[in-house]
């Protein structure tokens, strides 16, 4: 094994924070620039749903994004604290919005793409959340801290040799998820078919009780416990399934008396925090688990809407748009039971949705094959990531 220098990631890089904006700043003035989002932290930069600020707003030159920096979610829910994702080379000035920090490289020392690869290993990314000072819903990256991890440094030729070697592997798991995308696509397009038959639009509440999960004052650290009943937030919620975790559960005794908020066989529940569109039916194993505060439970009414039907209709794109503009705040949406109550959805007739609840299932199975050979390439890539950064590769 390779011995390298140590050190810190704040010696080879620093945070660049964000600009604060209020709503009614959004897309108003002749002179706005496009700024960048925690939602627009994903695999690759997402650059189709950004929103305008005015110029103005942004104070410094170096709140604007440059090619090779890391943008990092700062503020969201516990599992997506700290994702990042590799800035291109944008079309036009781009600002860095509130709830998110740019990783800028010192390119003397550090090169960017074996930077964000570190940053983005698995292993960083469990140390900066098991950093991250938690309020009741909402992680905050601790920066001060970050700048104090410890970096293992080749020399910047050895930098841009893993960085190459990384960038190849990564593209073949990129590869494999455009197939996962095609198959969601699939859906959607079944779903908006089905859809194109309805009978116009009703408010959802009339075809599903909205209810949401606990306040977070009826939750305390002592009522915590390893293997309990668990809480489903957004975060326990993957892919369409419901991924609970053992460490994020209350005890019996506890649960009993949040019995209003417990999860029922053919319920959908679905995240009201952050990203949007985060949805799962809950089936025989879940039955029983309890909703958490940033989640809320659609029980559908059993003549009016199936359940699979409604979770595709909650986590399509045109609603997931429409629950965004309705929200609650810019950077970081919220949503309440009125504002998913009064969501126009299609009224479809329950024949059509039983046609597409077959599809659906169908092409679910597909989908899991395929998911079970990502998660074997994620777990060479994963392998890979660790002997890259311990100087084995």
């Not at 925090?273 to 989640?295: I, K, N, W, Y």
């Not at 659906?360 to 998660?375: H, K, Y």
Request: a positive charge; one cysteine or more.
């Amino acid at each position: 094994m390779t011995t390298w220098p140590t050190v810190t990631l704040g010696e080879v890089a620093h945070f660049v924070r964000g600009v604060t904006f209020k709503p009614s700043d959004v897309g108003v003035g002749a002179e706005t620039v496009p700024v960048m989002r925690t939602k627009n932290v994903q695999a690759l930069l997402d650059q189709d749903d950004v929103i305008r600020i005015p110029k103005r707003l942004v104070r410094r030159p170096d709140q604007f994004l440059r090619v090779g920096d890391t943008l990092i979610s700062s503020a969201n829910s516990w599992n997506l604290v700290g994702k990042c994702c590799w800035v291109p080379d944008l079309s036009e000035q781009t600002a860095i919005g509130g709830f998110v920090v740019s990783l800028r490289p010192n390119p003397k020392l550090v090169y960017p793409r074996f930077l964000y690869h570190w940053f983005a290993s698995p292993r960083i990314q469990a140390e900066v959340r098991g950093m991250a000072n938690s309020t009741t819903n909402i992680s905050n990256l601790p920066i001060g801290r970050c700048e104090g991890l410890p970096l293992h440094l080749p020399p910047i030729e050895e930098q841009r040799r893993i960085a190459a070697i990384l960038d190849h592997a990564n593209s073949l798991r990129l590869k494999r998820e455009q197939t996962m995308d095609l198959l969601r696509s699939i859906e959607e397009a079944a779903v908006e078919r089905v859809v194109s038959f309805g009978r116009g639009t009703v408010q959802l509440g009339l075809i599903a009780e909205v209810r949401t999960g606990p306040f977070g004052s009826l939750l305390h650290k002592e009522d915590y416990v390893d293997n309990g009943v668990p809480l489903i937030n957004p975060m326990h919620i993957s892919d369409g399934q419901i991924v609970p975790n053992p460490k994020f559960t209350v005890s019996p005794d506890k649960a009993s008396s949040l019995d209003r908020y417990r999860l029922r066989v053919r319920d959908v529940v679905m995240g009201r925090r952050g990203e949007m569109g985060r949805c799962a039916v809950v089936g025989p194993d879940e039955a029983g688990f309890l909703c958490g505060t940033g989640s809320l439970i659609v029980r559908p009414v059993e003549d009016r809407v199936r359940p699979t039907f409604l979770k595709m209709l909650l986590s399509s794109r045109a609603v997931v748009q429409a629950l965004e503009a309705r929200a609650l705040g810019v950077t970081l949406p919220n949503l309440n039971t009125k504002i998913v109550e009064s969501l126009p959805v299609p009224d479809v007739d329950m024949t059509r949705q039983a046609r597409l609840e077959t599809l659906l299932i169908d092409i679910g199975r597909a989908r899991s094959l395929r998911a079970e050979a990502q998660m074997r390439l994620d777990a060479l890539f994963t392998s890979l990531q660790a002997r890259a950064f311990s100087g084995r590769l």
